[in-house]
């Protein structure tokens, strides 16, 4: 019988050091409710099971799958664009265990976890090497590597700055012969060695000073070179047992994260032919194998053999032959087709923005309406798109307000209205116009619009259902994004809402009811909107309650994303400053449109679930309307039968089309080969435990919203009890020592990190609204990002050595130790700032001298500023260093991360203590309370 934590029911005691035992029923899926009609049964949640399809479509022309019922036969991401459906034995697939799942972490070497320093420590010398940047197809950025501990930074950031190289991916020059052999499994001697067991009890430090770099499966070496970069596609085990039971055995997640559309630089390959298998319909990639002299080719997928193409050995762009050992498709995991005309049946989609505002007395006293048009004004030259880009604006309170934008016009107008029951658009082919033929008038809106809203009758309230009626009719034609900004809950019209935060309720196990969506019209709205290529991204400015966990449903099945600001307003101007940053970064950042993924694996695996924001249009088939480097996304995955026989890898392929914001269409692939074994302590000595945390959180998400958020901590809680007895029964060791391999070393840090984290703990402090943005940030970040948020980075900066935090001759920048999350580590003299993906916090310690201070913010004490602050320019090396870091974490961050200085007399003093996961918060277990309370059970 399978454990299945995070799907089954379970009383919910409060956290103590002893733990519950281990849950074993049958997994309860969420209850689906009522799809509208026409369209295909969807999860009430991405990431809950896949319903098996009643029966399967009707083959359409030459085999292929039709599209499902309520899409349109001329999609331009028609079905066989990107391959045909799963086997028709899919729908009998055997549900894998969801049990809860815990982080852990790669392997240390035993050299870097001997030479681990005291906490606190300076380095004496920069730690890592750093993964050389990339840049896309719109253009370079300069990022954070979030896996070492360097940095490197964008040229005029500082005094003195020179220009960052930006590298191209490598891809050696291998002739794509025949896949070589996996290596002989190890000896009993070899596999002591890699298992490496660690007695957690015996120290309280596991953190290593530097990140550690994600783990590579072991392949031979010229296969290793080639397989994907993890930093895109990630698997949980890097080593895939060879059939269920083995899986089963091990207590640990199977499941797959891709990062599709990030920065990195892929090479582009333009041809008249894109190969593929006719089976499978799987892209050519390094892993196939070539027979008959290189005339016939093996798909690494499904095994079946296929003729080369005749001109696949000539290169149209130079005419002329091309030796195989250059093809970037055979060289790199990752590449990008232009895609032939066949990938299409309407011309690509432009760029399309409607800003819909609102225009209520609340945000118009919060300056909302005049941050968004500053905003837009200074960037509307830079927007992402090129000249068939279109731009609209609705306003909306009691009524409705649309802007005729016509180029011959010398003013714009405003026109109301008033009718909610039956929207209609007034001059409907003057309100979505093209950005460049009518620039001025765009300009003239902006500037304008602010005074307009002020003198118009003043409206308390908001019309937000309505106001997305009218968006949908301006864009059913062309689809497009919708920028949605909200300050109040909306509560006139269809979809209108009522406060629900009960702060008596906080806490408590009835909570989870208020997690999920009042109601499913938003819900439905967002489909429909998938399906007309409409994507919606929402910007919360709230000053009270404004039921984010129903607002979120608007993003959630559009593929759009979700911002957060609360307490905005002339108050609080650093967050109108992080509010207009991240706007500004959204219109100008890279984007993709009428997008559609799939993820193939061998045969014998299949997906069991997903994560992320999209809509499931088939049983592998993700819509995206618009995908975007800030999303990740993640897929559970189960094992039907047998794997091995036919080949010693399991391999998974993810598939991205979508158009470019230059109007091109494009297919992204990205490819992933993994070994399979047969021996349970391989499996665990090459279990991913980042990707395994990353996952984790994202099942505990749903389990806290279709059952209870006191269900989802004591999953977290029994999984590491789960997998320390699964790796004691293979190692044979005793009872009374807490052992785990090397590659989960960090398995209760960060399962007691998400007990205390702000989606899953228990606390009437916390609003819903806060509560419902931790758990979409879990869903949606990618595993770089979301590691960190799990488990902030802490580091010190009142001992850095003299070359830490200063920029080498290679542009990059070193960074300081990482320490652990506990006061117990922390100086009463000591500096410490502190990254949780979303915010900065500087501390500082009650012993500080007040020279120290003063070398950094340029004052005192007594005159500094506690709480968000702008960094001054003080002309000291320590400020340097500290203006230094600061930059370059926001730098890889999409999110502009404010800077709040904290100290122990500060106000805001328990904000701070509640991110030190290691200590014991909120009547929750330090961390090695929670290992006592582990062993305690492990050895029942």
Not at 148 to 177: D, N, R
Not at 856 to 866: S, W
Request: aromatic letters at 6%; charged letters at 15%.
């Amino acid at each position: 019988q399978l454990s299945s934590h995070l799907h089954s029911p379970a009383p919910a005691p409060a956290l103590t050091p002893t733990l519950a035992p281990p849950s074993f029923s049958a997994p309860t899926p969420a209850p689906a409710s009522a799809p509208p009609a026409s369209y295909p049964s969807m999860p009430p949640y991405p990431g809950t099971p896949i319903a098996a399809p009643a029966a399967p479509p009707a083959p359409g022309p030459a085999g292929q799958p039709l599209p499902p019922p309520g899409f349109p036969a001329a999609d331009p991401m028609s079905m066989a664009s990107l391959g045909s459906e799963l086997p028709a034995a899919a729908a009998n697939r055997r549900r894998p265990r969801l049990y809860a799942e815990q982080p852990a972490v790669a392997p240390m070497p035993p050299a870097a976890a001997a030479a681990a320093a005291p906490l606190g420590a300076s380095p004496t010398q920069p730690i890592g090497v750093p993964a050389p940047p990339g840049a896309g197809q719109h253009g370079s950025r300069s990022r954070l590597d979030s896996y070492t501990a360097y940095a490197t930074l964008p040229a005029g950031l500082e005094e003195g700055a020179t220009s960052p190289s930006i590298h191209q991916t490598g891809f050696p020059g291998l002739p794509p012969s025949s896949v070589p052999e996996s290596p002989a499994p190890p000896t009993p001697t070899q596999q002591m060695q890699i298992l490496q067991p660690f007695n957690l009890l015996s120290s309280k430090t596991v953190l290593p000073p530097a990140p550690l770099r994600p783990p590579r499966p072991n392949l031979p070496e010229p296969l290793r070179r080639r397989n994907c970069n993890p930093k895109i596609m990630r698997c949980t085990l890097n080593a895939i047992p060879e059939n269920p039971a083995l899986l089963a055995k091990s207590k640990l997640p199977f499941g797959l994260h891709v990062f599709p559309f990030g920065f990195e630089a892929v090479p582009v390959i333009e041809s008249t032919v894109i190969t593929r298998c006719r089976n499978c319909r799987t892209y050519i990639n390094p892993f196939v194998t070539f027979l008959s002299q290189g005339r016939r080719w093996r798909c690494n997928m499904c095994l079946r053999i296929h003729d080369v193409p005749a001109d696949f050995d000539y290169d149209p762009v130079r005419r002329e032959p091309v030796e195989r050992s250059e093809r970037a498709e055979l060289m790199s995991a990752t590449v990008e087709y232009i895609a032939p005309s066949e990938y299409m049946v309407r011309p690509p989609q432009p760029c399309v923005y409607l800003f819909l505002i609102d225009a209520s007395t609340q945000a118009i006293a919060a300056g909302l309406p005049k941050a968004i048009c500053e905003t837009v004004l200074e960037l509307i030259v830079e927007m992402t798109g090129d000249s068939r880009t279109k731009i609209g604006f609705i306003t909306y309170n009691s009524t409705l307000q649309f802007y005729n934008l016509r180029s011959t016009l010398a003013h714009p107008q405003m026109m109301v209205v008033g009718d909610l029951d039956e929207v209609f658009l007034p001059s409907p082919d003057d309100l979505l116009v093209n950005l460049h033929e009518s620039m001025e008038l765009v300009k003239q809106l902006l500037s304008s619009l602010p005074t307009m809203l002020a003198s118009h009758p003043p409206s308390s309230s908001s019309c937000l259902g309505p106001a997305l009626l009218a968006a949908r009719e301006l864009l059913q034609s062309c689809g497009g994004r919708i920028m949605l900004f909200q300050t109040i809950l909306p509560d006139k019209g269809v979809g209108a809402l009522k406060p629900r935060d009960d702060i008596k309720l906080r806490g408590t196990a009835q909570e989870f009811e208020m997690l999920r969506p009042a109601d499913d019209w938003l819900k439905q709205y967002s489909v429909e909107a998938s399906r007309l290529q409409i994507s919606i991204d929402l910007f919360a400015c709230p000053s009270q309650y404004i039921d984010l966990a129903s607002l979120s449903s608007l993003p959630r099945f559009s593929a759009g994303t979700v911002n957060f600001y609360s307490g905005f307003g002339p108050s609080a101007p650093l967050t109108v400053q992080k509010f207009r940053k991240e706007l500004g970064h959204a219109i100008t950042r890279p984007v993709g449109m009428e997008a559609v993924m799939r993820l193939r694996c061998t045969k014998g695996i299949s997906i069991h679930s997903y994560h992320g924001h999209f809509f499931v249009r088939s049983t592998d088939l993700l819509a995206l309307p618009s995908v975007n480097p800030t999303l990740g996304y993640s897929f559970q995955l189960t094992i039907d039968e047998k794997l091995g026989d036919q080949s010693p890898q399991a391999y998974f392929q993810a598939a991205l089309l979508y158009t470019s914001s230059s109007g091109e269409r494009r297919i992204r692939v990205h490819t992933l080969a993994v070994p399979i074994t047969a021996d349970l302590p391989t499996v665990f000595a090459c279990a991913d435990g980042q990707a395994i945390a990353a996952l984790v959180a994202k099942m505990a998400v749903d389990r806290a919203i279709a059952a209870r958020v006191d269900d989802s901590r004591l999953a977290l809680q029994n999984m590491a009890v789960d997998i320390i007895k699964a790796f004691r029964a293979t190692t044979n060791s005793v009872t009374g020592v807490l052992l785990v391999p090397e590659s989960l070393r960090l398995l209760p840090l960060l399962l007691n990190a998400l007990l205390k984290h702000t989606a899953f703990r228990a606390s009437s402090s916390l609003s819903l609204d806060e509560r419902s943005f931790a758990m979409y940030l879990l869903k949606t970040l990618p595993t770089w990002e979301l590691l960190d948020y799990i488990y902030p980075r802490m580091y010190g900066l009142h001992d850095m050595a003299p070359n830490v935090a200063l920029r080498d001759e290679a542009n990059r920048l070193p960074m300081p130790a990482i320490c652990h999350l506990s006061a117990e580590r922390m100086q009463l003299n000591g500096i410490y700032l502190l990254n949780t993906t979303q915010d900065l916090y500087i501390w500082l310690g009650r012993s500080v001298p007040a020279d120290v201070i003063a070398s950094i913010f340029g004052v005192g004490p007594e005159g500094l500023p506690l709480g968000p602050i702008q960094l001054p320019k003080v002309d000291s090396q320590l400020s340097l260093k500290v203006r230094n870091i600061v930059v370059g974490l926001r730098t890889v961050h999409p999110r502009y991360l404010l800077v709040h200085v904290l100290r122990e007399d500060s106000p805001r003093r328990a904000e701070f203590i509640q991110l030190l996961s290691d200590d014991r918060v909120e009547n929750t277990p330090s961390y090695y309370e929670f290992l006592n309370a582990v062993a305690t059970e492990a050895n029942r």
